[in-house]
């Protein structure tokens, strides 16, 4: 193979016959011969290592944008830097014409290297005695980014942007070899998507946007002008700065050049030269803490929908990396979550309970049978800023720490490392299907005094049950024979303790982990172990932690007739070229992570007898049963006014309230509970703030939609 040096020596014999390498040596004329001879060797090796192919290859970073389920509402954006690639065909012949008058006006005439261009920057330095003009070409300029966006290391960014004779060497030989393998027209494209305007955007998509509020194709001359004048020294030419001098005598220089060259006539040049500066600035968004202020509460959603991507390996090997590409990749993401939807959902839980209070009520709606998150809202503001926030409800933090609202950025509703809050008797959901998974069917009756000795250890006080939890009913209404229907309309916590002793507890918090729950508290994790689980007699009646939207989706799954969906965020995610992002599943298949992740988990049936017994709570009918004489959210049926199920649940004390509701369509879960102090009790009279806001929510969120039907249970699991 021929000796990589004297391959590049050969390449510049031509340059060096002419004499034209005196105008290299504008970048080396500090070294001495002997060393500039080692310049060019070392430049000649570095060469041999990239080839335009990679320069090609290189993606500048890209904006990211987030919108809603109908594809229009943008919820916000994620960058480092701000761009978006935008061909030439969609750009003004203006801007193409202002940054070749302004950076290389012999840009259609050399082919990569400007022998003139670098004669003239040599002289004049000369004269100067010191650097005053440059010598790189926009397809140099071009290289130069390629390779820094194209850096792998400190090292290789520190190598593309040095100041250095070999950098410059470099640069030249790549910019004649990608000459020959593309055309002007994409070197020109490549490079305007890929130039710095300053104000945080990079590539004239973000310029034209940032600045003057429109995009490239609408430029006019003298915005051209303005934007190509900006490439330069982007801070020091800044038209937003109070001083617009500057900027103007750069604008007015670049539309001479514009004149010179023939692209403006000498007459327009004038009246372009004499307007001033008009800008129409625009502060893009980015990240979730910039969600516009009219979508404020849609920032909860954003936060999930961040520590969702984080955990999918369709987009990187780890969350750092998968961070990084949501950052820089470009991607066009269409969220689940429903504009419609999520605005009546706020409508609701802010007509319930203010801001201004230290309880979260917080309400999410799940899709059944695809998993997707129409709803994430809360009565809280999505915002860093916490001076104005009322004061702290735990006593032991009271004027150390400022309470977490009305401003707030925790993850209140799910998605995030909050262990969330106790759910009460929505858990009966968990033992009722694992009864009925076990083959139990809902005619499985037991009598229910108000007080049961369980064969489950207790815990604090148990001297009167010698030993053993005891627990008791919310009413002495409740004692009586129930089976299920009217166990769990009449939410009976002794029927409900006879039960799991007879499937086991076990059974009972399998049955809520194979319906997505996680454990998410040292308590919590240690109660769920195989070795404890099965004395978590307790866990029926909702003592473990859980947020919205991991109970949303429970139920989801039994109005899914069984079939368990992992929550998802979005509808579709693609890349900037339009192409689905897929991963591999499982079973081999490339699905795009956008497709529902769903199987069946529960049977149809055993899912369709939950749904039966779980429309007593609401005072709707079963099919198969009765739901006795009485239940504890009788009002919800007629509001939502469709065929409806679902679960009350309240704490000890009613340190939190919660209300599961569902329909074929949706799945509405609501909680109100102060997550600053768990100890801080709601109250009795606030527990059915949660229902209304479901049943309000579900109502309106599915007017005018054909009224759908729940599936009838099998005869044999309502059992006789």
């Known amino acids: 193979m021929t000796n990589p040096t004297l391959r590049f020596a050969h390449r510049w014999a031509p340059l060096l016959r002419a004499g034209l390498i005196a105008g290299v040596v504008v970048a080396v004329a500090a070294f001495p011969i002997v060393a500039t001879a080692g310049l060019v060797t070392k430049a000649a090796a570095d060469s041999v290592q990239k080839k335009p192919r990679d320069l090609l290859a290189v993606s500048p970073a890209q904006t990211t944008y987030v919108y809603g389920a109908d594809g229009r509402t943008l919820l916000t954006m994620f960058y480092e830097e701000h761009r978006k690639y935008v061909p030439i065909a969609q750009m003004s ?168 060259m023939g692209y403006l006539s000498p007459a327009a040049t004038a009246a372009a030269q004499s307007e001033p500066i008009t800008l129409k600035l625009t ?85 059944p049978g695809t998993g997707r998150v129409k709803a994430m809202a809360v009565n809280r503001t999505y915002a860093l800023d916490q001076d104005g926030n009322g004061v702290h409800s735990d006593p032991n933090k009271r004027g150390r720490l400022k309470g977490n609202y009305p401003n707030t950025v925790n993850p209140l509703l799910g998605g995030g490392d909050l262990p969330g809050y106790q759910a009460g008797s929505t858990f009966k959901m968990f033992t009722m299907l694992a009864a009925l998974d076990a083959g139990m069917p809902l005619s499985t009756a037991f009598n229910s005094p108000f007080r049961i000795v ?97 109970m949303a989706n429970a139920y989801a799954t039994v109005a899914a007739d069984g079939r368990y969906c992992e929550p998802l965020p979005v509808l579709s995610v693609t890349d900037p070229k339009g192409r689905p992002i897929t991963y591999r599943a499982e079973t081999g298949d490339e699905l795009s992570v956008g497709k529902p992740r769903c199987h069946q988990e529960v049977s149809a049936d055993a899912a369709r007898a939950a749904t039966d017994a779980a429309r007593c709570p609401v005072g709707d009918r079963p099919v198969r049963g009765s739901c006795g004489s009485w239940s504890t959210a009788d009002s919800v049926r007629g509001t939502v006014g469709r065929p409806v199920a679902g679960k009350t649940g309240t704490t000890d004390s009613t340190r939190s309230a919660w209300f599961v509701a569902y329909t074929p369509e949706l799945a509405a879960a609501s909680f109100l509970s102060d997550p600053d102090n768990p100890q801080n009790a709601v109250g009795d009279a606030q527990s059915q703030k949660p229902v209304q806001s479901v049943a309000d929510t579900l109502r309106d969120a599915l007017k005018d939609r054909p009224v759908r039907q729940f599936s009838a249970p099998s005869e044999e699991i309502a059992g006789g």
């Open 93 to 260: 012949p203006y801007v193409q014409q202002a940054i070749v008058a302004s950076e290389d006006a012999r840009f259609y005439e050399h082919r990569g290297v400007d022998a003139k261009g670098i004669a003239r920057a040599f002289v004049a330095n000369q004269q100067a005695g010191g650097v005053s003009q440059g010598a790189s070409t926009l397809t140099m300029q071009y290289v130069r980014m390629a390779l820094r966006d194209g850096a792998q290391s400190p090292l290789e960014v520190q190598r593309a942007t040095e100041q250095t004779p070999v950098r410059k060497l470099r640069e030249m030989r790549m910019a004649m070899d990608l000459e020959k393998e593309v055309t002007k027209s994409e070197i020109l494209e490549r490079y305007l998507n890929s130039a710095y305007f300053g104000h945080r955007a990079y590539g004239i998509y973000a310029a034209s946007e940032i600045f003057f509020s429109k995009t490239p194709k609408d430029l006019t001359p003298v915005e051209a002008a303005t934007l190509a004048g900006l490439v330069k020294a982007p801070s020091e030419y800044d038209p937003a700065s109070s001083d617009r001098k500057a900027a103007t005598d750069r604008r007015n220089y670049v539309l001479q050049r514009m004149n010179d």
């Open 283 to 367: 502060s893009p968004p980015n990240d979730c803490i910039s969600v516009p202020k009219e979508y404020n509460s849609w920032g909860f959603f954003c936060d999930y929908l961040k520590s969702w991507w984080a955990s999918q390996p369709a987009f990187g090997n780890t969350p750092m990396e998968r961070e990084d590409r949501l950052r820089r990749g470009g991607y066009t993401i269409v969220t689940s979550i429903d504009p419609k939807i999520q605005e009546i959902a706020e409508k609701h839980v802010a007509a319930k309970e203010s801001d201004h209070s230290p309880f979260a009520h917080g309400l999410v709606v799940v899709e």
């Open 454 to 550: 369980s064969i489950y250890p207790g815990g604090g006080d148990t001297s009167s049950c010698g030993g053993m939890w005891c627990p008791s009913n919310a009413s002495p209404a409740m004692t009586g024979r129930h089976a299920m229907w009217s166990g769990f309309g009449q939410s009976v916590n002794t029927y409900f303790v006879q039960l799991m002793q007879k499937v086991g507890a076990d059974k009972t918090v399998e049955m809520a982990e194979r319906l997505g729950l996680r454990w998410r508290t040292e308590v919590d994790r240690r109660q769920a172990s195989p070795e404890k689980r099965n004395s978590w007699g307790a866990f029926t009646l909702g003592v473990s932690d859980v947020n919205p939207l991991e």
